[in-house]
């Protein structure tokens, strides 16, 4: 199976991926669904080896935390989906080396707190999904390095503030989308850095009040809802 290029190991009961798995039997692999492991756990360098992998899936297999370098190895990645799991921690270096990825979705988690610096690594990220992931704070600079963000889907949180420079340095940002959340109230530089934004989606949220500048830095916004 040295020639494989796509596997598929859904519902097979794996609770534990040793290090460097994946490296001596798959090295042409390029796709790589491990959803429906509920409870697996990934040692270090578990994906390492997997050089030319470009998707990998780990759906709904009830990961608790993402453990630095926990993608080491995968410099092609441009997909990965963590949907549907009951992840909670975030570590600092957790993407290091995902040079290449372009979607990330990780709607339907346990994220709780958004960290600052929590994507650091993910130079070329296009979009990122955070639907539904009981996010209840975003702390300023949390969304650092992400310079190639285009889209970006916050929707159906349960966030109630958002602070000076939750969004800064998403320099290419065009879509945002933070409805159904909590948000009472906006700090004045919360949309600063938001320069090329055109799409910003807020309805069902608890505002109830909006100051004159809330939205003077979105100089190319032309949908506000």
């Not at 491990?34 to 270090?44: D, H, K, Q, R, T």
């Not at 549907?84 to 990330?104: E, K, P, Q, S």
């Not at 979705?105 to 979009?127: C, D, K, P, R, V």
């Given at each position: 199976?040295l020639?494989?290029?796509?596997?598929?190991?859904?519902?097979?009961?794996?609770?534990?991926?040793?290090?460097?798995?994946?490296?001596?039997?798959?090295?042409?692999?390029?796709?790589?669904?491990?959803?429906?492991?509920?409870?697996?756990?990934?040692?270090?360098?578990?994906?390492?080896?997997?050089?030319?992998?470009?998707?990998?899936?780990?759906?709904?297999?009830?990961?608790?935390?993402?453990?630095?370098?926990?993608?080491?190895?995968?410099?092609?990645l441009?997909?990965?989906?963590?949907?549907?799991?009951?992840?909670?921690?975030?570590?600092?270096?957790?993407?290091?080396?995902?040079?290449?990825?372009?979607?990330?979705?990780?709607y339907?988690?346990?994220?709780?707190?958004?960290?600052?610096?929590?994507?650091?690594?993910?130079?070329?990220?296009?979009?990122?999904?955070?639907?539904?992931?009981?996010?209840?704070?975003?702390?300023?600079?949390?969304?650092?390095?992400?310079?190639?963000?285009?889209?970006?889907?916050?929707?159906?949180?349960?966030?109630?503030?958002?602070?000076?420079?939750?969004?800064?340095?998403?320099?290419?940002?065009?879509?945002?989308?933070?409805?159904?959340?909590?948000?009472?109230?906006?700090?004045?530089?919360?949309?600063?850095?938001?320069?090329?934004?055109?799409?910003?989606?807020?309805?069902?949220?608890?505002?109830?009040?909006?100051?004159?500048?809330?939205?003077?830095?979105?100089?190319?916004?032309?949908?506000?809802?």
């Amino acid at each position: 199976i040295l020639g494989l290029t796509r596997l598929s190991l859904k519902r097979d009961s794996i609770k534990l991926i040793r290090s460097f798995t994946f490296s001596e039997w798959t090295p042409e692999l390029e796709f790589l669904d491990l959803s429906l492991n509920y409870g697996v756990e990934f040692e270090a360098d578990a994906f390492r080896g997997l050089a030319k992998l470009s998707t990998l899936f780990l759906n709904s297999s009830g990961i608790k935390h993402l453990a630095s370098d926990t993608f080491a190895g995968l410099d092609n990645l441009d997909t990965l989906s963590l949907r549907y799991n009951r992840i909670g921690r975030i570590a600092a270096d957790a993407f290091r080396g995902l040079t290449r990825l372009v979607w990330l979705y990780m709607y339907s988690n346990e994220i709780g707190t958004l960290q600052s610096g929590a994507f650091l690594g993910l130079h070329n990220l296009n979009t990122l999904s955070l639907v539904e992931d009981k996010i209840g704070y975003v702390e300023a600079n949390a969304f650092r390095g992400l310079a190639q963000l285009a889209k970006l889907y916050m929707n159906t949180n349960q966030i109630t503030v958002l602070v000076n420079d939750t969004f800064a340095g998403l320099h290419n940002l065009d879509t945002l989308k933070l409805m159904n959340n909590r948000i009472r109230h906006i700090d004045a530089n919360a949309f600063s850095g938001l320069a090329q934004l055109a799409n910003l989606e807020m309805y069902s949220n608890e505002i109830s009040l909006l100051q004159n500048d809330t939205f003077i830095w979105l100089e190319s916004l032309n949908t506000l809802s």
